[in-house]
């Protein structure tokens, strides 16, 4: 069965201090790993697309990374407006199936 | 500006009463979705629809109705016979069914009482 599974639920850090979100998926026929953001009460925020495995992306203090079980997020020095639910998808099969995580939910105190 | 629309940002409605949730958008884009978001679970896929008048059911339709009649809508009706109505829901466009990035809407948070 596909699935997407990701680590911590929840996170917080200090301002500075850089640490990594984890997403894992298990799916056949990957046709993209999405990365979102998503503040509270509203929808998702596009962060990232990667498709195949060794592929980076960066964005300001974000870097996202894909190997062929698993994406990682980096956050580099977060600043609490970094706080906020990070979702992440794939895309696998049939053409409109993305499957998503549950998110983490990631704090940063000042 | 261009972008997807929901409204109302809220809703409360009593048990038993359908509803029906707006989704606009102004992107020209062929195909779009409906998702349910709850706490502690992943977005689930209700409806979506590749071109105007047509749409298939996603994981959860049951409870669900919706119609694709122009390009830039995409409405959701929750009926009484959705067990579980309380959600918060996102509407989501792609320019084409093949292409990944989703764009999502700003959501409606329904409260049935």
């Known amino acids: 069965e596909d699935q997407v599974t990701q680590s911590p639920e929840a996170l917080r850090l200090q301002e500075g201090e850089s640490s990594s979100l984890n997403c894992s998926y298990t799916v056949s026929g990957l046709r993209g790993l999405f990365w979102y953001r998503q503040d509270p009460g509203k929808g998702p925020e596009f962060l990232f697309t990667?498709?195949?495995a060794g592929e980076e992306k960066e964005k300001e203090r974000l870097k996202a990374t894909l190997t062929k079980k698993e994406s990682f997020l980096h956050i580099t020095a977060p600043k609490p407006e970094d706080s906020a639910t990070y979702l992440c998808a794939v895309r696998a099969g049939r053409v409109y199936k993305y499957i998503f995580g549950t998110g983490t939910r990631l704090k940063v105190l000042a | 500006d261009g972008g997807i629309t929901q409204s109302p940002k809220y809703l409360f409605r009593k048990e038993g009463q359908n509803v029906t949730l707006s989704c606009e958008q102004n992107?020209?884009?062929?195909?779009m979705y409906w998702y349910r978001q709850d706490p502690g679970q992943g977005l689930r896929l209700i409806y979506y629809?590749?071109?105007?008048?047509?749409?298939q059911k996603g994981d959860i339709a049951e409870g669900y109705s919706v119609s694709r009649e122009k390009k830039e809508s995409f409405p959701l009706t929750v009926t009484s016979a959705q067990k579980n109505p309380t959600a918060f829901y996102l509407c989501?466009?792609?320019?084409?069914?093949?292409?990944?990035?989703?764009?999502f809407g700003p959501g409606t948070r329904l409260t049935v009482l």
């Open positions: 992107l020209n884009h062929d195909a």
């Open positions: 629809s590749q071109i105007v008048n047509d749409f």
């Open positions: 990667l498709y195949s």
């Open positions: 989501a466009s792609t320019p084409s069914p093949s292409y990944n990035e989703q764009f």
